[in-house]
């Protein structure tokens, strides 16, 4: 074949170029490939792919799209787009223009389809959808607002710089997003007992809590409380430490929406673990009807036990342990995080099975926001979207 050469089931066919009325620095690019074996998709209907340097302007010309923006790597590739246009091209219509400006990267994830599609081959994630990634369908699995991601953008802005941009940033526009739109649900998902041993029996209070305080037309809802509550382990010491305000054996806490309680002594299993916290409650301290001006340091997020209900959680932190991770060329096995996934159960007020929707956001108060991926059987199954600031998962 003219212009081109051949090798047993391969072909390419060269672009023969006039150097001498072109001041690009290219020669004999490929425009064709003729390969000769199945595609997974036309079989072996056809045998000849135009090279994606060869039918990226031209696709362009056609649809008449105007400006074809790309990210820097093809920045080499421009002369060869604007050549075959020039050389091709109708002068009536639209001539595209190739713009490139950086990868939006992000720390401690990866945007390479190359190496998304290695995570999914070893199965170190499921699919593109994973929420630990950071692909459009990732982060709206996980509960991130479209919102969120243009105001995230935004800020961004455009560069011509390869850089990596904080995660931290895109969680600063989800947390401000959903913090003014999201109902807030008490949730302890690492639970330790607490027995209110001079609270009534069989007694139970239904207690007034705001849906979101942010906003003044979310409502109100109604809380049980009762003698026997669950409140978040890591909430509890035995002994004192240092700058640790919560809940230790001769300390006052208030029970959010509830009572001023104080702990007076522990039960223990047979491993030595605190089973059970021995507590009494202060009849005057119900919240906002109290005269007592008691200066309490800490407040806790609990559940009546005999009132909650289990949900399924997905926790989500880090894919990768490496900040920038997308320009290491090392195997990306050395800097998977194993445990950033964790699936775990939680107890949750009754009010949650009155507003659970798939697709609802959800704020779990001192914890954070999650988002409901899926309803079966009654069972509510939760994505981490992101921690409150301050908080973390122990």
């Given at each position: ?245 919560r809940l230790y054996i001769g300390n006052e806490v208030r029970l959010k929406n509830a009572y001023i309680i104080k702990a007076n002594s522990i039960k223990k299993n047979d ?113 981490k979207t992101i921690s409150l600031k301050g908080y973390k998962n122990k």
């Open positions: 074949m003219k212009n081109g050469f051949f090798k047993e089931g391969f072909c390419v066919l060269r672009a023969k170029i006039d150097m001498s009325s072109s001041n690009i620095n290219m020669r004999d690019p490929i425009m064709y490939r003729i390969i000769k074996k199945k595609h997974y998709k036309t079989g072996y209907n056809w045998c000849i792919y135009p090279t994606y340097d060869w039918a990226h302007g031209q696709c362009d010309y056609i649809e008449q799209i105007s400006h074809s923006l790309c990210s820097l790597e093809f920045e080499n590739k421009r002369p060869l787009y604007n050549w075959f246009i020039k050389k091709i091209c109708n002068n009536k219509n639209i001539k595209p223009k190739q713009i490139e400006f950086s990868r939006l990267n992000l720390s401690n994830t990866i945007t390479s389809k190359r190496k998304i599609q290695f995570l999914i081959k070893n199965k170190i994630i499921k699919s593109w959808d994973d929420p630990r990634l950071s692909t459009i369908s990732g982060l709206r699995k996980r509960g991130y607002t479209s919102t969120s991601i243009k105001n995230f953008i935004k800020e961004v802005g455009v560069s011509k710089r390869n850089n990596t941009i904080d995660k931290s940033l895109l969680e600063f526009w989800i947390r401000k997003d959903l913090n003014k739109i999201t109902p807030r649900i008490m949730v302890v998902i690492n639970p330790i007992k607490i027995t209110i041993t001079n609270y009534p029996e069989n007694n139970v209070e239904w207690m007034n809590a705001e849906n979101n305080p942010e906003n003044i037309n979310s409502g109100f809802r109604k809380i049980p409380f009762s003698k026997n509550l669950y409140i978040e382990y890591n909430d509890f010491l035995e002994k004192k430490k240092e700058n640790f305000f491993n030595g673990l605190i089973k059970e916290i021995y507590c009494t409650y202060d009849p005057l301290s119900r919240s906002k009807e109290s005269k007592n001006n008691r200066k309490i340091k800490s407040t806790l997020h609990w559940v009546s036990i005999q009132h909650s209900f289990i949900i399924k959680i997905n926790l989500y932190e880090k894919l990768f342990l490496k900040k920038n991770i997308n320009h290491i060329n090392e195997k990306i096995y050395e800097n998977i995080n194993l445990k950033s996934l964790k699936k775990t159960i939680g107890y949750a007020e009754p009010y949650l099975k009155n507003i659970a929707k798939v697709g609802n956001h959800i704020q779990f108060q001192r914890i954070g926001y999650f988002y409901i991926e899926k309803i079966n059987n009654n069972v509510i199954t939760f994505n």
